[in-house]
C-alpha cells in the first residue's frame, strides 16, 4: 500500500466508490442526448451493431487495464504502464495529452452546465452558473479523495437509477401497459429496415459510440487511491460488461422499438433536452414532466464528467511530476493528500478555455476542444500496448501467470483488437473531409495526432529513450514502489 505522507497519495477510496467510478465514466450525454442520432444515421440495427461492438471492445480494454492496475496500481495509470513497459517518451506523451484533454473537457462540461441551468433561469448570465460550478467541482476535489470518491458515487446513482427506470418505463410502453398501444417491433421493420444507410452510416456512428464509452479508464487512474485495489478493481472491470449490455445496449433497444429513426427530432442539432430520446420516451409513456427531470439528471450527469474529470487530470499531472516529466512543483500535496498544485492548474486551464469561448468568435475555443478531440481513443490505444508488451514480458521473463492478481482472458485478442479497432476510429474520424480534399476540416479533426507525435517524438528526441527490451523490464522494482 502507498504510505499516506506529503509525497504519497492517500488510499481512501472503497470498493462501492470503485464500482460507480467505473460505470459513472461510460454513462453520460452520449447515452442521453447522442444516442438519438446514432438511431437516426444508422438505424435502430445499425446502432444496436455498432455499441455492441464498440462495448466488446471497451469491455477488452477494461480487463487489460485491470490486469496491469492490480499488480501495480499507480494513479499514472497508462502513462506509467507505457513508460514501464514500452517507452517513457510513449508514457510522456500519453500522459500530457490525457491531461490536456480533461483539463480542456472541464471547461466544455462547465459551460454545458451552465447552458442547462438557463432551461429554469434564463435570466441568469451563464458565466454566473459556470463560476459557481467550477468552485463546487474545485472544492469537491480540494477536501479529499474521499469526498471526490463519495460525490461521484451520488452522481453515477443518479444516472444509474435513471436508465433503469427508463428501461422498465420502455418495456411497460413497447407492450402497451403505460401509454398508448403496443408499438411492438414494427419501428425495426421500417422504411429500409433496421440498417438503415449501410456501411458509411454504421462506420460513422462507431465514431459516436466511441465517444459515448470515454472515461471508462478513470477507474485505473482511480486505482493509485483504493483501498484494496487487487480486489476492488477487478470486480469493478467484472461488471462493465454486464453494465454496458444493460444500461448502453438494451436503452438503444428500447429508443430504437419506441421512436422511429425517420424522427427528425431524434437529430437533435440544437443538443435540446426537449429531444433527447430520454424525454421522447418518457413523455410517448405519458409522463407530462419529462423533460424537467431529464434536464436534472443532465445536469448531474455533466457534473459528473467534470468532476471525473478534473480529479484525472489532476492525478495524472501529479504523476509525471513524480516521474520527473513534469514540474516538481505538481508533485507537492497537501495535508489531505490532495495534489493541490496540480489541482489549481488544472482548474485554471480548465477556466481559461471556458473564457475563450465568450470572447470573439469562439476560433480558440473551436480549436481548443477539436485538439483535445481524438485524445480519449490515442489514451485507449496506449492502454492496449501497454498491455500487449506487459504480457510478453512476464512471460519472456520465465514468470508464471497464474501469480497475477486478475488476469484478462482472450489474451492476445483483447488488445490487438483494441488497438485496431481504435485506430479505425481514430482514422475514420472525418471521412468526408479527406474525401473532399478539405483541408481545414481535416486540420480541425485530426490535429490531435501531429500534436501528439510531435510531444512523443521531442522527448524522444531530447532524452535519447528508446524501446524497452522485453527481458530488462523490473517488475520487481515497480511493484517495490507502490508498497
Known amino acids: 500500500m502507498e504510505k499516506t505522507s506529503?509525497?504519497?497519495?492517500?488510499?481512501?477510496?472503497?470498493?462501492?466508490?470503485?464500482?460507480?467510478?467505473?460505470?459513472g465514466g461510460a454513462i453520460g450525454t452520449g447515452l442521453f442526448l447522442a444516442s438519438g442520432k446514432v438511431i437516426h444515421d444508422a438505424g435502430p440495427?445499425?446502432?444496436?451493431?455498432?455499441?455492441?461492438?464498440?462495448?466488446?471492445m471497451v469491455y477488452f480494454l477494461m480487463t487489460s487495464l485491470g490486469e496491469l492496475t492490480t499488480f501495480i496500481p499507480v494513479s499514472g495509470s497508462f502513462s506509467t504502464y507505457s513508460s514501464k513497459f514500452v517507452d517513457?517518451?510513449?508514457?510522456?506523451?500519453?500522459?500530457?495529452?490525457?491531461w490536456y484533454n480533461w483539463a480542456i473537457t472541464l471547461a466544455v462540461d462547465i459551460a454545458t452546465a451552465s447552458m442547462l441551468m438557463q432551461y429554469w433561469f434564463p435570466q441568469v448570465s451563464s458565466i454566473v452558473w459556470s463560476s459557481i460550478f467550477l468552485v463546487l467541482l474545485f472544492l469537491l476535489n480540494y477536501v479529499s479523495v474521499r469526498v471526490y470518491g463519495e460525490s461521484e458515487y451520488w452522481f453515477s446513482f443518479i444516472k444509474v437509477a435513471t436508465v433503469i427506470i427508463f428501461l422498465i418505463v420502455g418495456v411497460l410502453t413497447i407492450f402497451g401497459i403505460m401509454g398508448s398501444e403496443a408499438i411492438g417491433f414494427k419501428n425495426f421493420a421500417l422504411d429500409g429496415g433496421p440498417f438503415h444507410g449501410g456501411f458509411f452510416a454504421i462506420l460513422g456512428v462507431f465514431m459516436i459510440a466511441g465517444f459515448s464509452f470515454q472515461g471508462t479508464e478513470i477507474v485505473g487512474v482511480a486505482a493509485g487511491e483504493s483501498e484494496n485495489?487487487?480486489?476492488?478493481?477487478?470486480?469493478?472491470?467484472?461488471?462493465?460488461?454486464?453494465?454496458?449490455?444493460?444500461f448502453y445496449v438494451l436503452a438503444i433497444f428500447v429508443i430504437g422499438l419506441l421512436i422511429p429513426y425517420t424522427d427528425p427530432r431524434l437529430l437533435n442539432e440544437s443538443e435540446s433536452v426537449a429531444y433527447s430520446p430520454f424525454t421522447l420516451v418518457f413523455e410517448r409513456a405519458g409522463l407530462a414532466f419529462a423533460a424537467s427531470v431529464m434536464n436534472a439528471v443532465i445536469l448531474t450527469s455533466v457534473l459528473s464528467a467534470g468532476n471525473s474529470g478534473m480529479y484525472v487530470a489532476t492525478r495524472m499531472l501529479w504523476s509525471l511530476a513524480k516521474e520527473g516529466q513534469a514540474p516538481k512543483i505538481f508533485a507537492k500535496l497537501n495535508q489531505r493528500g490532495v495534489p493541490i498544485f496540480a489541482l489549481l492548474l488544472?482548474?485554471?486551464?480548465?477556466?481559461?478555455?471556458?473564457?475563450s469561448s465568450l470572447f470573439g468568435d469562439k476560433t480558440v475555443y473551436t480549436w481548443l476542444i477539436n485538439a483535445s478531440g481524438l485524445s480519449g481513443f490515442i489514451a485507449w490505444v496506449g492502454i492496449a500496448i501497454s498491455h500487449y508488451r506487459f504480457r510478453k514480458a512476464y512471460v519472456a521473463q520465465g514468470r508464471d501467470l497464474n501469480d497475477l492478481p486478475y488476469r484478462a482472458k482472450w489474451y492476445p485478442f483483447g488488445p490487438l483488437f483494441a488497438f485496431a479497432l481504435c485506430m479505425v476510429i481514430i482514422l475514420g474520424q472525418n471521412i468526408e473531409a479527406i474525401q473532399q480534399g478539405n483541408w481545414l476540416e481535416m486540420a480541425e479533426t485530426y490535429i490531435t495526432l501531429p500534436v501528439f507525435l510531435v510531444i512523443w517524438l521531442g522527448y524522444k528526441w531530447v532524452k535519447k529513450t528508446k524501446v524497452i527490451p522485453l527481458h530488462e523490464i523490473q517488475f520487481d522494482e515497480l511493484k517495490k514502489e507502490v508498497k
Open 229 to 246: 485495489p487487487r480486489e476492488n478493481v477487478p470486480k469493478s472491470i467484472r461488471q462493465v460488461f454486464w453494465r454496458i449490455l444493460l
Open 346 to 355: 488544472t482548474a485554471l486551464v480548465g477556466a481559461l478555455t471556458f473564457l
Open 6 to 23: 506529503n509525497t504519497q497519495l492517500q488510499r481512501k477510496l472503497k470498493a462501492r466508490h470503485m464500482s460507480m467510478i467505473a460505470i
Open 45 to 56: 440495427g445499425g446502432a444496436l451493431l455498432s455499441y455492441i461492438v464498440i462495448g466488446i
Open 88 to 98: 517513457p517518451a510513449l508514457g510522456f506523451a500519453l500522459g500530457w495529452n490525457y
